[in-house]
């Protein structure tokens, strides 16, 4: 590890923007046709009443189209899968029915528990994809284990993108299996309110695909390339109604809330019993919009945010457990970078602020609405407002949270949105500072995505507004990325001005002008334990544009992941990395003397992490990571450990270990965080779970044990306890308990 000054960049401007016309120029011409569909299935309207036991007895199953012989996807794709799967699907004016036959080699079928919204890479399951307007962007998933146990999920960004899956969406619908021994039956009805689609409509475009533990194998209807995901939404076959859809018939949704809560803060001695009422609506507007409205909606502490060590300068990126911002939430927070490094608008903005102190706390949200959905063949529309509350004492003024977003769809899968944010201060106070009393962020992005998903990237250029700094203020992207079944490549331009501000997105850097490249292999050996060989190289350069374009950052990155055929994975990275300190910096964050600042550092480190078989009751992952730390050295090791008592209890363990060593004068750290947690699940509808969190860089173990009852479909009755604890000094820091009533009220 050495010390040095950093250097000049010898890119400009003009090179940065002739590239980005180049990529644009390029990508407009690779646009392909719109995606074929070499695999359709009829869907017969039946007036035979279906009963849903899982027996698939009724004579119009008997009748109806089979979708089967389905293709390997893991560990080869270029194979019929061993266990076959076969669907089928019917309909009247209110439903939509499925019905699934899976082959297995015996009945020892592999589930983690009986929880809804279960993971999908560690259950024997089957799912069904649904685009409903035919446009590869956005779809509605629905999957089941053999045990009936359900899962719904808003896939968005073509289902391929870096993060397509919204598990928090939630919609009623029914399930029933039958388990046999060398085969499960699914029988499922799902209601077409669950769905936004065009009345008269015809066609949709449907993938089934299905997870097989017993043999590590994952296959689908419609043949789907290994280099791509399995959720792409590039690769779907089609389903031909008998005759056209009629209205959606979405009911009117009403959903109260009633919770009673204590607490009390150790640190200022201050307790609170409070009952708060409220609730949310949902209304549909026509067959394609969805009207939400909160009235003094509840964010209390039902969930609770996993704990990171952090040893970065930047804040961290976590993601949004609220359901009022879930459905359609593609439309508000895919702005900005793919890689979540300049987010305009970051939904848990909304509801937080910082007090006086500087310390991030509740800004009780007074109510909002959210407009979202299609709006025609290739349009859709967004809108948010929300109003948070006012807090003298803490010094935080009311604000009104506003953003307004159209989205057209571009040739086969890709699409062009327009957005507007505005954050703006009501009423008069003297605590605020006037810069403050607005911003408003102003911006247009083009997503790419090819009709085979093998050329995808962003392109956007937006601009912030505040008082008396309306000049500059620019943040812009230009990536794209080359997916080929042999070989990967990235090349990545983003240049985030020094004044450019998103009060209500996720900006952790400004000043920058970053340019990233990758490159990697892929080999799919025909024989052995390994299915993928993939080595990967990445170059990565961050330049500060007031700092006469200096070079801040680079990582230069050797990766090698081997992919085993069953299910688990190696991967081992080796990385330099330079980093300039224009100011001095603590990375222990405990309060200790910064290391200089002014100051060049360049340093080497290496990773080794290790994924078993998910699909074995006793599974784990390690990790093992070293080297070189700015003028020190950093040494980690951690990994988890799952074991399931299936169906019914879950047990996980994750541990991290850091062991930071700097020079005198500065301060070493020892950082270690353990998060056990214990998930039983008693019945489909009775669930209790307990985590712990312990971490000594953030001087707390918290304790979150969660009692849950869903009584009815949608509606849920919650006892919560939440108890906290210093870990240096050891004492208690903040306890709560709470009784959460909710009640999902069709009209």
Same mark, same amino acid.
């Given at each position: 590890?050495?010390?040095?000054?950093?250097?000049?960049?010898?890119?400009?401007?003009?090179?940065?923007?002739? *590239?980005?016309?180049?990529?644009?120029?390029?990508?407009?011409?690779?646009?392909?046709? @719109?995606?074929?569909?070499?695999?359709?299935?009829?869907?017969?309207?039946?007036?035979?009443? *279906?009963?849903?036991?899982?027996?698939?007895?009724?004579?119009?199953?008997?009748?109806?189209?089979?979708? $089967?012989?389905?293709?390997?996807?893991?560990?080869?794709?270029?194979?019929?899968?061993?266990?076959?799967?076969?669907?089928?699907?019917?309909?009247?004016?209110?439903? !939509?029915?499925?019905?699934?036959?899976?082959?297995?080699?015996?009945?020892?079928? *592999?589930?983690?528990?009986?929880?809804?919204?279960?993971?999908?890479?560690?259950?024997?399951?089957?799912?069904?994809?649904?685009?409903?307007?035919?446009? $590869?962007?956005?779809?509605?998933?629905?999957?089941?284990?053999?045990?009936?146990? +359900?899962?719904?999920?808003?896939?968005?960004?073509?289902?391929?993108?870096?993060?397509?899956?919204?598990?928090?969406? %939630?919609?009623?619908? +029914?399930?029933?299996?039958?388990?046999?021994?060398?085969?499960?039956?699914?029988?499922? @009805?799902?209601?077409?309110?669950?769905?936004?689609?065009?009345?008269?409509?015809? &066609?949709?475009?449907?993938?089934?695909?299905?997870?097989?533990? +017993?043999?590590?194998?994952?296959?689908?209807?419609?043949?789907?390339?290994?280099?791509?995901?399995?959720?792409?939404?590039?690769?779907?076959?089609?389903?031909?109604?008998?005759?056209?859809?009629?209205?959606?018939?979405?009911?009117?949704?009403?959903?109260?809330?009633? #919770?009673?809560?204590?607490?009390?803060?150790?640190?200022?001695?201050?307790?609170?019993?409070?009952?708060? /009422?409220?609730? %949310?609506?949902?209304?549909? *507007?026509?067959?394609?919009?969805?009207?939400?409205?909160?009235?003094?909606?509840?964010?209390?502490?039902?969930?609770?945010?996993?704990?990171?060590?952090?040893?970065?300068?930047?804040?961290?990126?976590?993601?949004?457990?609220?359901?009022?911002?879930?459905?359609?939430?593609?439309?508000?927070?895919?702005?900005?970078?793919?890689?979540?490094?300049?987010?305009?608008?970051?939904?848990?903005?909304?509801? !937080?602020?910082?007090?006086?102190?500087?310390?991030?706390?509740?800004?009780?949200?007074?109510?909002?609405?959210?407009?979202?959905?299609?709006?025609?063949?290739?349009?859709?529309?967004?809108?948010?407002?929300?109003?948070?509350?006012?807090?003298?004492?803490?010094?935080?003024?009311?604000?009104?949270?506003?953003?307004?977003?159209?989205?057209?769809?571009?040739?086969?899968?890709?699409?062009?949105?327009?957005?507007?944010?505005?954050?703006?201060?009501?009423?008069?106070?003297?605590?605020? %500072?006037?810069?403050?009393?607005?911003?408003?962020?102003?911006?247009?992005?083009?997503?790419?995505?090819?009709?085979?998903?093998?050329?995808?990237?962003?392109?956007?250029?937006?601009?912030?507004?505040?008082?008396?700094?309306?000049?500059?203020?620019?943040?812009?992207?230009?990536?794209?990325?080359?997916?080929?079944?042999?070989?990967?490549?990235?090349?990545?331009?983003?240049?985030?001005?020094?004044?450019?501000?998103?009060?209500?997105?996720? /900006?952790?850097? &400004?000043?920058?002008?970053? =340019?990233?490249?990758?490159?990697?292999?892929?080999?799919?050996?025909? #024989?052995?334990?390994?299915?993928?060989?993939?080595?990967?190289?990445?170059?990565?350069?961050?330049?500060?544009?007031?700092?006469?374009?200096?070079?801040?950052?680079?990582?230069?990155?050797?990766?090698?992941?081997?992919?085993?055929?069953?299910?688990?994975?190696?991967?081992?990275?080796?990385?330099?990395?330079? &980093?300039?300190? @224009?100011?001095?910096?603590?990375?222990?964050?405990?309060?200790?003397?910064?290391?200089?600042?002014?100051?060049?550092? #360049?340093?080497?480190?290496?990773?080794?992490?290790?994924?078993?078989?998910?699909?074995?009751?006793?599974?784990?992952?390690?990790?093992?990571?070293?080297?070189?730390?700015? #003028?020190?050295?950093?040494?980690? @090791?951690?990994?988890?450990?799952?074991?399931?008592?299936?169906?019914? /209890? !879950?047990?996980?363990?994750? &541990?991290?270990?850091?062991?930071?060593?700097?020079?005198?004068?500065?301060?070493?750290?020892?950082?270690?965080? /353990?998060?056990?947690?214990?998930?039983?699940?008693?019945?489909?509808?009775?669930?209790?779970?307990?985590?712990?969190?312990?971490?000594? +860089?953030? %001087?707390? !173990?918290?304790?979150?044990?969660?009692?849950?009852?869903?009584?009815?479909?949608?509606?849920?009755?919650?006892?919560?306890?939440?108890?906290?604890?210093?870990? =240096?000094?050891?004492?208690?820091?903040?306890?709560?308990?709470?009784?959460?009533?909710?009640?999902?009220?069709?009209?």
């Amino acid at each position: 590890m050495t010390k040095t000054s950093a250097s000049s960049s010898p890119k400009t401007w003009s090179q940065f923007i002739g *590239i980005t016309i180049f990529i644009l120029l390029t990508t407009s011409a690779i646009q392909l046709s @719109a995606q074929t569909n070499d695999r359709s299935i009829r869907v017969n309207f039946t007036e035979e009443p *279906i009963h849903l036991d899982g027996v698939l007895d009724e004579s119009a199953w008997s009748a109806a189209d089979k979708g $089967g012989d389905f293709w390997q996807f893991f560990p080869t794709d270029t194979a019929i899968s061993i266990n076959p799967t076969e669907f089928r699907l019917l309909y009247n004016d209110h439903t !939509l029915y499925i019905g699934i036959i899976a082959r297995a080699k015996s009945d020892n079928y *592999i589930v983690s528990s009986l929880r809804r919204d279960f993971g999908g890479t560690s259950n024997d399951n089957v799912t069904l994809m649904f685009d409903t307007f035919s446009d $590869g962007t956005t779809a509605y998933l629905f999957g089941m284990t053999p045990y009936g146990v +359900q899962r719904e999920v808003f896939v968005s960004e073509g289902g391929s993108g870096s993060s397509p899956f919204n598990v928090t969406w %939630d919609q009623k619908w +029914q399930v029933e299996s039958r388990m046999h021994e060398d085969h499960y039956i699914l029988e499922a @009805a799902i209601p077409f309110s669950s769905m936004k689609f065009r009345e008269g409509e015809t &066609t949709w475009r449907v993938k089934c695909y299905r997870w097989d533990m +017993q043999t590590n194998e994952q296959s689908s209807w419609v043949r789907v390339p290994q280099n791509q995901m399995l959720s792409s939404l590039a690769f779907m076959g089609e389903m031909i109604f008998e005759k056209p859809l009629g209205k959606s018939h979405t009911p009117v949704a009403i959903i109260p809330y009633v #919770n009673a809560l204590a607490d009390k803060n150790f640190v200022s001695g201050q307790s609170d019993q409070k009952l708060k /009422v409220g609730g %949310d609506a949902k209304l549909a *507007i026509g067959n394609s919009m969805n009207l939400d409205i909160t009235v003094n909606p509840d964010f209390s502490n039902v969930e609770v945010d996993d704990i990171f060590t952090n040893l970065t300068r930047f804040e961290l990126f976590l993601p949004e457990k609220r359901q009022f911002f879930i459905d359609n939430n593609d439309l508000f927070g895919s702005y900005g970078d793919a890689f979540n490094a300049a987010k305009p608008f970051f939904s848990r903005r909304v509801g !937080l602020s910082s007090d006086k102190d500087g310390n991030l706390v509740e800004n009780r949200i007074l109510g909002g609405v959210r407009l979202s959905g299609k709006i025609g063949q290739d349009w859709r529309l967004g809108f948010l407002n929300i109003q948070t509350d006012r807090d003298d004492a803490a010094e935080i003024a009311s604000n009104n949270n506003m953003m307004l977003a159209v989205q057209k769809k571009m040739f086969s899968r890709s699409n062009l949105g327009l957005f507007f944010i505005n954050r703006q201060t009501f009423g008069e106070y003297d605590f605020m %500072d006037p810069s403050q009393e607005y911003n408003r962020v102003l911006g247009a992005d083009y997503n790419l995505a090819s009709a085979d998903n093998s050329w995808t990237g962003k392109f956007y250029l937006h601009k912030s507004f505040q008082p008396g700094d309306n000049t500059g203020n620019l943040s812009s992207q230009a990536t794209v990325t080359l997916m080929k079944r042999k070989f990967k490549w990235i090349l990545d331009w983003m240049y985030v001005d020094e004044e450019f501000r998103a009060d209500l997105g996720f /900006v952790p850097r &400004t000043g920058i002008l970053k =340019n990233g490249n990758g490159f990697s292999l892929n080999f799919y050996p025909k #024989n052995g334990p390994v299915s993928l060989h993939s080595p990967g190289v990445m170059a990565l350069y961050y330049w500060r544009p007031n700092m006469d374009m200096k070079l801040t950052d680079h990582t230069y990155q050797f990766y090698y992941n081997v992919n085993f055929k069953d299910q688990s994975i190696l991967r081992f990275d080796y990385s330099n990395q330079f &980093t300039y300190l @224009a100011f001095g910096f603590d990375p222990t964050r405990s309060g200790g003397i910064p290391i200089p600042g002014n100051t060049g550092y #360049n340093y080497n480190t290496f990773n080794l992490t290790y994924q078993s078989n998910p699909a074995k009751r006793f599974s784990f992952n390690t990790l093992t990571s070293g080297g070189e730390f700015f #003028n020190g050295q950093n040494f980690t @090791a951690g990994g988890g450990i799952t074991y399931r008592f299936q169906p019914w /209890v !879950l047990f996980t363990l994750n &541990t991290r270990y850091d062991a930071i060593r700097l020079p005198e004068p500065h301060s070493d750290a020892n950082y270690w965080l /353990v998060t056990p947690k214990v998930d039983v699940t008693f019945t489909k509808s009775l669930f209790w779970s307990t985590l712990v969190q312990y971490s000594n +860089q953030r %001087d707390n !173990l918290g304790l979150n044990s969660r009692l849950q009852w869903r009584y009815a479909p949608m509606s849920d009755l919650y006892l919560v306890y939440n108890d906290n604890y210093f870990t =240096n000094d050891f004492g208690p820091k903040f306890r709560s308990i709470n009784l959460k009533l909710t009640y999902w009220l069709n009209i």
